[in-house]
């Protein structure tokens, strides 16, 4: 009989066992640093994913622009104060931080010979054609540059019978980031548009590109 109370006593202490002090605090730190790192990454993903969908949409932005800054400049050309200008700024830096042509053939025919610049602010972080910004709000523009090829370095142009008669060449690059990101999120984009106004084709034609 004694031998049968004894095991029941045994049997009672085990099934009322439970955790001591010093687990619960270990087992409760545990938890609380695989919560922390569930939730940094949870963080980190979701701040991605935002990153992301800013960059996104300052990139179908810059499709739009660079689409309508390729269109005109395909169908522009430099007149002789335009030319001569651009090699003024380039025998000091080969980047340009504004450009400025002619257009040859637009939409609306009371337009044609229009001159358009396109340039970059600096202040406000935009591009701006005739002085009006064409980016978006939520787009930052840090640098801009168009390099103009296809030349021959002639101050008079007017007067150079070996001028290049080539249609003129340019390249853009920019470097864009979403306005309010918060982490260093930029985009690079380079592109080059040949102007399909030959030199010859321009009224009057300033460069002598035309032969007997």
């Not at 922390?36 to 701040?47: D, H, M, P, R």
């Not at 050309?77 to 700024?89: K, L, N």
């Not at 309010?180 to 690079?188: G, L, P, Q």
Request: some cysteine; overall charge positive; hydrophobic content about 35%.
């Amino acid at each position: 009989m004694l031998k049968k109370y004894k095991q029941l006593f045994t049997q009672h202490q085990v099934s009322t066992t439970g955790f001591t002090l010093v687990e619960l605090l270990v087992a409760m730190a545990v938890f609380g640093i695989l919560m922390s790192l569930a939730i940094g990454v949870f963080v980190s993903a979701i701040k991605a994913q935002r990153d992301l969908g800013d960059l996104m949409s300052v990139n179908n932005n810059l499709n739009l622009v660079l689409e309508q800054m390729s269109r005109e400049m395909r169908m522009g050309y430099f007149d002789v104060s335009q030319y001569e200008a651009i090699m003024g700024q380039i025998n000091i830096t080969p980047c340009l931080s504004s450009l400025s042509f002619r257009t040859m053939q637009t939409n609306d025919p009371k337009t044609e010979g229009e001159t358009v610049t396109y340039s970059f602010s600096s202040a406000d972080k935009t591009i701006q054609k005739n002085g009006e910004p064409i980016t978006g709000k939520n787009v930052a523009v840090e640098t801009l540059c168009f390099r103009v090829q296809q030349y021959k370095k002639s101050t008079n142009p007017s007067a150079n019978p070996n001028y290049n008669c080539n249609p003129w060449r340019i390249g853009i690059s920019l470097a864009v980031k979403p306005k309010n990101a918060k982490s260093d999120v930029r985009t690079y984009i380079e592109t080059a548009v040949s102007m399909r106004v030959f030199p010859i084709e321009v009224t009057t034609d300033p460069y002598q590109c035309r032969r007997s």
